[in-house]
Nanobody, 122 residues
C-alpha cells in the first residue's frame, strides 16, 4: 500500500515557475514508477511525466517536454515536478501516481494522490 500527498500548487503568471511535491508513505515506494497526471475542467485526465523506479528512465508528454522536469528522491520518498515557462493551458489539477509499470496510461497506476490545483494566469 502506498499513500501519496501532493503539495506546491498555486496561482502563477504565465512564464512563471512552480514546483510540485508528492510525499509517499509505504515501504514499497522505491519499487514503483512515479508519474504526474493533470486534469483540466471538462477534460480527461492526461499524462504529464513519469520516472522509473531506479530514476534512470523518464518520459514526458510532448506538451511539457523541455519545460517540466520530474525527479524523485527515494531517500525522502518524494517525487517532484518542476514546472517552468508555464502557460495558461497548463492550468489543471495535478495528481501524482504510483504503479508497477513504466507507462503513460493512467489505468495502469494503482495509487493516486488527492491532487493539487495549478492555475496559470495570462
Amino acid at each position: 500500500q502506498v499513500q501519496l500527498v501532493e503539495s506546491g500548487g498555486g496561482l502563477v503568471q504565465a512564464g512563471g515557475s512552480l514546483r510540485l511535491s508528492c510525499a509517499a508513505s509505504g515501504r514499497t515506494f522505491n519499487s514503483y514508477t512515479l508519474a504526474w497526471f493533470r486534469q483540466a475542467p471538462g477534460k480527461e485526465r492526461e499524462f504529464v511525466a513519469a520516472r522509473g523506479w531506479s530514476g534512470a528512465r523518464t518520459f514526458y508528454a510532448d506538451s511539457v517536454k523541455g519545460r517540466f522536469t520530474i525527479s524523485r528522491d527515494n531517500a525522502k520518498s518524494t517525487v517532484y515536478l518542476q514546472m517552468n515557462s508555464l502557460k495558461p493551458e497548463d492550468t489543471a489539477v495535478y495528481y501524482c501516481a504510483a504503479g508497477p509499470t513504466f507507462t503513460s496510461v493512467h489505468a495502469r497506476y494503482d495509487y493516486w494522490g488527492q491532487g493539487t490545483q495549478v492555475t496559470v494566469s495570462s
